[in-house]
């Protein structure tokens, strides 16, 4: 599944192209067409990805909720970050979004571009109320990326926490 933007393809990953990322991202790069110029998967980020993808393997009729997308920059096929919501949504019809961008790629409104358009497609869906994130509270380059998507403030502990 693709969504598209004025600059980006926001591509989800499949089970795949998930294991390809963690263990052979030139073969991803072939696979998908584009090239992959952010920082090398590690560390922490690389047990999120293994933890979203097992997610996914077990839960198949949400699996969007739990891969990845990939922001391709569609005027070079160059891939700028990712994102991800972090489950399928809760009781509530929560869901929770997370993103990253390569730093080659920051300032340049890639991220709102990509948070917009997520938001619209999650509020879309049948089951899902309300897009929340959260950010550390020295991090006020995420933070305005949620302002700028209509995101607002609505709870501080430990973490700053964010709805749309």
């Known amino acids: 599944m693709q969504i598209e933007t004025e600059r980006l393809l926001l591509v989800a990953l499949t089970a795949e192209q998930l294991g390809l990322w963690v263990k052979n991202p030139a073969a991803l790069e072939e696979t998908l067409g584009c090239h992959y110029h952010v920082e090398p ?7 999120v990805i293994k933890g979203q993808a097992e997610k996914a393997s ?3 009729e949400n699996y969007l909720y739990y891969t990845f997308w990939f922001l391709v920059r569609k005027a070079d ?12 949504p809760n009781e509530h019809g929560e869901i929770e979004i997370g ?3 390569g730093k080659d790629f920051e300032h340049n409104g890639y991220m709102t571009e990509c948070v917009n358009a997520m938001c619209g497609w999650a509020l ?10 959260e950010t550390d509270v020295d991090n006020p380059a995420s933070e305005n990326v949620l302002r700028r998507c209509g995101f607002q403030l609505y709870k501080q502990v430990e973490m700053n926490w964010w709805r749309i």
């Open 41 to 47: 998967v590690g560390g922490h980020f690389l047990e």
């Open 58 to 60: 077990m839960d198949e």
């Open 77 to 88: 096929c160059v891939v700028v970050g990712s994102a991800c919501f972090k489950n399928a």
């Open 99 to 101: 993103y990253g961008l």
């Open 124 to 133: 879309e869906q049948k089951d899902v109320s309300c897009v929340i994130a």
